[in-house]
């Protein structure tokens, strides 16, 4: 990465920014693996395996009912019907978590139940409701259905072998994924260590959203909206202090969170004007700087750098566009230093309810709304400020520049809550 120079984005296209594509990549390649930890499979949902996981048993481990019944031989009951039920003498009963010693032989059954092992010498289960007995005469039962061999068995192994992979690296562990793993036996997993991420918001103009407004103020928002962002990417977030519009307090404050953290995303102070000092505070740090402009709307001034081998994220001011560069270009990094295997965010398909037009020359991410039904409509004001359009909005929607995306038209939606 070079250090730190005002040229770091020429050469990319006519207005010196980055395509979202190259700015992903030096993204990634800023963002250091970090370690591993053993945690405790119960508390692993979110987290990514960093080790590949086998089975430590089968599943099932044994032949056992899927229902309550009786276990047979499926050859006793060939030509059973409700008209001429077979006759079997029942020899015992198998609770579930019980062997039995017994062994079925012709025209003998055992009382069974979900679960239990299958007893040697059956090879089927006929349900309960195929069956009666005679009052007084529990060990006399009337079969009055046949069963095929098998038949409402679950088989030693038919879901998971011992020893067959059960998770690869790089997976995000789910709830089933958790269910596996404890089933197989495994107490632990191994996972990439989670990202502690310094947050420093930028603007003399900014007030702690606990007091009242002086003349010129606005409350800051972006801190709590990307650190609640972050921790659905596994994040350790930590805010500190608003930091006002000079070099000195950007660099203290930067310095700080460099100091107790993975990574660093600050917001506002990254464009060209008097009073964005994240830049400078770059240089006067002795860090790097990568790139920080992006062919993208909203967010085109996005820095990043590097201090002592870590990345800064520079966020734009406006709240949109801050939650925008967030998933476009933060998140990926954020889930790579975890060594997440799948970086992409996720989308739904649907249509456009009314046309949508791009006359920019950078990829719009515009706030849509998509709906049950897959219908996707635009949120009003798309301005870069305007948080209640975020609000009421559940996706992005990519449009390319200079394009027209026709009323019906097909789309990809990008969910912003991930």
């Given at each position: 990465?070079?250090?730190?120079?005002?040229?770091?984005?020429?050469?990319?296209?006519?207005?010196?920014?980055?395509?979202?594509?190259?700015?992903?990549?030096?993204?990634?390649?800023?963002?250091?693996?970090?370690?591993?930890?053993?945690?405790?499979?119960?508390?692993?949902?979110?987290?990514?395996?960093?080790?590949?996981?086998?089975?430590?048993?089968?599943?099932?481990?044994?032949?056992?009912?899927?229902?309550?019944?009786?276990?047979?031989?499926?050859?006793?009951?060939?030509?059973?019907?409700?008209?001429?039920?077979?006759?079997?003498?029942?020899?015992?009963?198998?609770?579930?978590?019980?062997?039995?010693?017994?062994?079925?032989?012709?025209?003998?059954?055992m009382r069974i139940f979900t679960g239990s092992p299958?007893?040697?010498?059956?090879?089927?289960?006929?349900?309960?409701?195929?069956?009666?007995?005679?009052?007084?005469?529990?060990?006399?039962?009337?079969?009055?259905?046949?069963?095929?061999?098998?038949?409402?068995?679950?088989?030693?192994?038919?879901?998971?072998?011992?020893?067959?992979?059960?998770?690869?690296?790089?997976?995000?562990?789910?709830?089933?994924?958790?269910?596996?793993?404890?089933?197989?036996?495994?107490?632990?997993?191994?996972?990439?260590?989670?990202?502690?991420?310094?947050?420093?918001?930028?603007?003399?103009?900014?007030?702690?959203?606990?007091?009242?407004?002086?003349?010129?103020?606005?409350?800051?928002?972006?801190?709590?909206?990307?650190?609640?962002?972050?921790?659905?990417?596994?994040?350790?977030?930590?805010?500190?202090?608003?930091?006002?519009?000079?070099?000195?307090?950007?660099?203290?404050?930067?310095?700080?969170?460099?100091?107790?953290?993975?990574?660093?995303?600050?917001?506002?102070?990254?464009?060209?004007?008097?009073?964005?000092?994240?830049?400078?505070?770059?240089?006067?740090l002795g860090g790097s700087l990568n790139f920080w402009?992006?062919?993208?709307?909203?967010?085109?001034?996005?820095?990043?750098?590097?201090?002592?081998?870590?990345?800064?994220?520079?966020?734009?001011?406006?709240?949109?566009?801050?939650?925008?560069?967030?998933?476009?270009?933060?998140?990926?990094?954020?889930?790579?230093?975890?060594?997440?295997?799948?970086?992409?965010?996720?989308?739904?398909?649907?249509?456009?309810?009314?046309?949508?037009a791009n006359g920019g020359d950078r990829r719009h991410?515009?706030?849509?709304?998509?709906?049950?039904?897959?219908?996707?409509?635009?949120?009003?004001?798309?301005?870069?400020?305007?948080?209640?359009?975020?609000?009421?909005?559940?996706?992005?929607?990519?449009?390319?520049?200079?394009?027209?995306?026709?009323?019906?038209?097909?789309?990809?939606?990008?969910?912003?809550?991930?």
């Amino acid at each position: 990465m070079r250090r730190f120079d005002s040229t770091a984005n020429r050469g990319n296209n006519r207005h010196g920014m980055l395509s979202l594509e190259e700015a992903i990549e030096r993204s990634l390649t800023a963002a250091p693996r970090l370690g591993t930890e053993f945690i405790s499979v119960a508390k692993a949902e979110g987290r990514f395996a960093n080790a590949d996981v086998t089975a430590g048993v089968s599943l099932p481990g044994f032949n056992n009912s899927s229902m309550d019944g009786y276990a047979v031989r499926s050859c006793d009951l060939c030509d059973a019907s409700a008209g001429t039920p077979v006759k079997l003498n029942c020899i015992g009963m198998i609770p579930a978590g019980t062997v039995s010693a017994e062994t079925i032989v012709e025209r003998t059954c055992m009382r069974i139940f979900t679960g239990s092992p299958l007893p040697t010498g059956s090879d089927a289960v006929i349900m309960q409701e195929d069956c009666r007995t005679t009052s007084g005469s529990e060990n006399t039962v009337f079969c009055n259905d046949s069963v095929k061999p098998w038949e409402n068995v679950r088989l030693e192994g038919e879901d998971i072998r011992n020893g067959s992979p059960v998770l690869a690296t790089g997976t995000r562990i789910t709830a089933g994924a958790i269910g596996l793993l404890a089933a197989t036996g495994n107490e632990q997993v191994e996972v990439g260590c989670r990202p502690g991420i310094g947050f420093v918001a930028t603007g003399s103009e900014l007030a702690e959203p606990t007091g009242k407004l002086k003349p010129g103020e606005i409350f800051e928002s972006n801190r709590a909206m990307l650190a609640s962002m972050s921790e659905k990417a596994n994040g350790r977030p930590t805010l500190y202090p608003i930091v006002p519009d000079s070099l000195d307090s950007t660099v203290a404050a930067m310095e700080w969170a460099f100091a107790e953290n993975d990574a660093v995303i600050t917001s506002g102070g990254v464009s060209v004007g008097d009073h964005d000092h994240v830049k400078p505070a770059i240089e006067q740090l002795g860090g790097s700087l990568n790139f920080w402009r992006v062919a993208v709307k909203p967010g085109k001034p996005f820095v990043l750098g590097q201090i002592g081998g870590k990345p800064l994220f520079g966020l734009p001011g406006n709240p949109v566009s801050a939650l925008v560069t967030y998933l476009l270009m933060v998140r990926p990094a954020l889930l790579a230093m975890q060594g997440a295997s799948k970086l992409g965010l996720a989308k739904r398909p649907g249509r456009l309810a009314k046309a949508l037009a791009n006359g920019g020359d950078r990829r719009h991410f515009v706030r849509v709304t998509i709906d049950d039904e897959g219908e996707v409509t635009s949120t009003a004001g798309q301005g870069s400020h305007m948080l209640g359009s975020l609000a009421r909005a559940n996706g992005l929607l990519d449009i390319p520049p200079n394009s027209r995306l026709a009323k019906g038209a097909e789309v990809g939606v990008i969910l912003i809550d991930q």
